[in-house]
Structure formats: C-alpha cells, structure tokens
Nanobody, 112 residues
Framework: QVQPVESGGGLVQPGGSLRLSCAIS????????MGWYRQAPGKQREFVAR???????SYVVSVKGRFTISRDNAKNTVYLQMNSLKPEDTAVYYC??????WGQGIQVTVSS
C-alpha cells in the first residue's frame, strides 16, 4: 500500500475557492479509483467525491455542483476543486485510493 500526500488546504472565506491535490507515487495510480473524504470536528469521516480509472465521478449530495474531482494520471495526482465554500465544509480532508492507505489529511477551514 502507498500512502498519498495531500496539499492545498488552508483558510478561506465563505464563498471562496480552494483546490486540493493528492499525489500517490508509483504506477498503481492509473489503475485505481481515487476518493476524497472529510472529517469535521466531532463527526465521523464521510465520503465527498470519487473518480474511477476511466474518469467517472460521483459526489455526496451536499457538494454536488460546487466541488469537482479530477485526475491527471501522468502526474499520479487527483484534485478536488472546491468552489462556493461554506462554513460547514470545514474539515480535515483525506484522499484514498481503492485498497490503499489513508493520507495524513489536510485542514480546510471556511470562516470569515
């Protein structure tokens, strides 16, 4: 199993945007689906978005139309473009490939 490395989090005002990146080393990346998850304080980790090897995407209802997951197999990287951010999007965001380890997570805080 390979641990992914997330980047791109931070503090943003409501209505703002952030783009998260997640890199996995090695050739396995192009052969697995990738997902983003998040865990808010005091809550369980929840699914956010997923992209298959062929680029089929799925989202939790609360982020549909605001978040976009994409992948670049040449760079072994998956992205999560987050627009129109809300305070309730505040969480630690994790990426994970099917059958792979969790990343360490990255903080996203949406606050004025």
């Amino acid at each position: 199993q390979v641990q992914p490395v997330e980047s791109g989090g931070g503090l943003v005002q409501p209505g703002g945007s952030l783009r998260l990146s997640c890199a996995i080393s090695g050739s396995i990346f192009s052969n697995i689906a990738m997902g983003w998850y998040r865990q808010a304080p005091g809550k369980q980790r929840e699914f956010v978005a997923r992209i298959t090897r062929s680029g089929i995407t799925s989202y939790v209802v609360s982020v549909k139309g605001r978040f976009t997951i994409s992948r670049d197999n040449a760079k072994n990287t998956v992205y999560l473009q987050m627009n129109s951010l809300k305070p309730e999007d505040t969480a630690v965001y994790y990426c994970k490939g099917d059958g792979q380890s969790w990343g360490q997570g990255i903080q996203v805080t949406v606050s004025s």
